[in-house]
T-cell receptor, first 115, second 112 residues
Framework: QQQVKQSPQSLIVQKGGISIINCAYE??????FPWYQQFPGKGPALLIA?????SEKKEGRFTISFNKSAKQFSLHIMDSQPGDSATYFC??????????????FGQGTTLQVKP | DTAVSQTPKYLVTQMGNDKSIKCEQN?????MYWYKQDSKKFLKIMFS???????INETVPNRFSPKSPDKAHLNLHINSLELGDSAVYFC???????????FGPGTRLLVL
């Protein structure tokens, strides 16, 4: 049972373009939705996160859009740069860390930004 | 300064062997996790410990046994290694009252 579904599996964008990655979740109890960035040979690193009380969160070139009624959220990378080339994971969890804080990850999206 | 560190970085071993992976965090967090990333890059939680107490055990085979000697360390021991255990294992930590998890660099395990 895949509780968080992510698409597309891979994405190629030209430098300066907008990269968009989508995720859908099933469990309405989820209340924390982070995006992680993973470079080859490295561990995932938190990029940006949102809670369902807001519909959008922006940090620099990265924006999360959240649609609670549709149970969907997406990551937008504006002005994509070759250095953004990495694998991106959406995730979801409920409550704080520990017993109810386990992260359920999407399948990942490999982003390639062409110069 | 490394926040979450893992040793070893690479581990190549024969089927049937027993091996251990160590994790240490210097962030002062209460909660630590083990995740497994398979060949398709899918990340799945295995275990979670809070203050040396097991909180989450995600139906992982009994051959996997986590141990937390103190809240800054979480080790993973694997008995009778199988080919399917080949993966990257990530340790992570977080404060008990927060959702953000910080991941280590991973241990790449190859079972031959």
């Amino acid at each position: 049972q895949q509780q968080v579904k992510q698409s597309p599996q891979s994405l190629i964008v030209q430098k300066g373009g907008i990269s968009i990655i989508n995720c859908a979740y099933e469990n309405t109890a989820f209340d924390y939705f982070p995006w992680y960035q993973q470079f080859p040979g490295k561990g995932p690193a938190l990029l940006i996160a949102i809670r369902p009380d807001v519909s959008e969160k922006k940090e620099g070139r990265f924006t999360i859009s959240f649609n609670k009624s549709a149970k969907q959220f997406s990551l937008h990378i504006m002005d994509s740069q070759p250095g953004d080339s990495a694998t991106y994971f959406c995730a979801a969890s409920k409550g704080s860390s520990g017993n109810t804080g386990k992260l359920i990850f999407g399948q990942g999206t490999t982003l390639q930004v062409k110069p | 300064d490394t926040a979450v560190s893992q040793t070893p970085k690479y581990l190549v071993t024969q089927m049937g062997n027993d091996k251990s992976i160590k994790c240490e965090q210097n962030l002062g967090h209460d909660t630590m996790y083990w995740y497994k990333q398979d060949s398709k890059k899918f990340l799945k939680i295995m275990f979670s410990y809070n203050n040396k107490e097991l909180i989450i055990n995600e139906t992982v085979p009994n051959r996997f046994s986590p141990k937390s000697p103190d809240k800054a360390h979480l080790n993973l021991h694997i008995n009778s290694l199988e080919l399917g255990d080949s993966a990257v294992y990530f340790c992570a930590s977080s404060p008990w009252t927060e959702s953000t998890q910080y991941f280590g660099p991973g241990t790449r395990l190859l079972v031959l």
